[in-house]
């Protein structure tokens, strides 16, 4: 038998970790399977699941800009940089990688190396169409309009809908100037 002893502060944060992470999981699951049997048709529960998570990310950045102390973008390149290699590891624990570039530097796929939110997920076929992870394309639209970027954000790739990877395509749409508050003398 392994002897029981004290385990180090890294041990036990992690298990810790990663017991919140599957709770997480598990809750995330619960809402999607409700939204199911609430709203019956498979495009309104993709709207919901977007709307909340637009709904969570414009409170989430100021947590984000806070935490991380990252300074503000340069362009929108920095800044899906920034969502995958910060963001996602900040909130979901994984990176992601940014690829897809169009020739105006506007619009480009995010592609998620790992994907906690469907760990333990099957869909039925009864599911077809559900956009299981909305949520997040939900969550980058939100935060982004928050630093003045109107963006469309859709899945691009699903594994769970058969693809071999999970993708989101970030749109920007349109750029807010932000004014200076304060008149120079
Ligand atoms: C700036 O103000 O220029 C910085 C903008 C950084 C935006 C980063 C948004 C983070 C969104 C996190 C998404 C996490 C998804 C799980």
Redesign the pocket.
């Known amino acids: 038998m392994a002897p029981v002893g004290p385990r180090s502060g890294d041990a036990i944060f992690s298990s810790i970790d990663r017991v919140n992470a599957e709770l997480f999981t598990l809750t995330y699951g619960a809402i999607v399977r409700q939204l199911l049997t609430d709203l019956e048709e498979v495009e309104e529960v993709n709207k919901q699941l977007d709307q909340m998570g637009y709904n969570i990310?414009i409170r989430?950045?100021d947590e984000?800009?806070a935490k991380?102390g990252?300074?503000?973008?340069?362009d929108f390149k920095?800044?899906a940089e920034?969502?995958a290699k910060?963001?996602?590891k900040?909130?979901?624990g994984v990176t992601a990688s940014v690829s897809s570039w169009d020739a105006d530097g506007t619009c480009c796929s995010i592609i998620l190396e790992d994907n906690p939110l469907v760990d333990f997920v099957e869909l039925p076929d009864t599911c077809q169409g559900l956009y299981y992870c909305n949520v997040?394309s939900g969550?980058?639209r939100g935060?982004?309009e928050m630093?003045?970027?109107k963006t469309e954000v859709t899945w691009t790739r699903d594994v769970l809908r058969g693809d071999d990877a999970y993708e989101l395509q970030v749109k920007l749409l349109k750029q807010v100037a932000e004014e200076y508050p304060y008149k120079d003398d």
Request: proline residues 0%; charged residues 5%.
């Open positions: 990310g989430l950045i984000f800009l991380s990252v300074s503000r973008c340069v920095e800044t920034m969502i910060v963001g996602f900040m909130f979901l997040l969550v980058i935060a982004l630093v003045s970027m």
